[in-house]
């Protein structure tokens, strides 16, 4: 099935076969997946401060943001600053703990390991 954007939100998909669906860019805040058969690498993540879900082990939704893996790994501290101000910088480094977690150890920009962005978010 091609679920590509689909919004989801609040569906009961419990039991549902979705392996081999397109859940790229979908919507599954608040979707019941419990039983469903998803396809390979794919994660609902709760209890974050964004809804997090990682679709195919290629993409990455944090909140309204949906990007490739890589996409994730290399934005520069203004895209990411442009995404939800302070908030999203933030969490960024929590963001690429969860990717680092579920789909391998990755690259981080180097502009996280600075001390104006360390004295930026402890302020």
Aim: net charge negative.
């Amino acid at each position: 099935a091609n679920l590509r954007g689909a919004d989801l939100c609040g569906a009961n998909l419990r039991g549902a076969n979705l392996r081999g669906a397109d859940l790229c860019g979908a919507n599954l805040r608040g979707a019941n997946l419990c039983g469903a058969d998803l396809p390979d690498l794919t994660f609902v993540i709760l209890g974050e401060k964004y809804f997090i879900s990682i679709t195919n082990g290629e993409y990455v939704r944090a909140g309204c943001q949906n990007h490739t893996v890589e996409e994730w790994r290399k934005y520069s501290k203004q895209e990411i600053a442009e995404m939800d101000g302070r908030k999203a910088l933030k969490f960024y480094p929590r963001l690429l703990d969860i990717i680092d977690f579920y789909i391998g150890k990755g690259e981080r920009p180097d502009w996280l390991t600075s001390k104006e962005y360390a004295d930026e978010v402890t302020e």
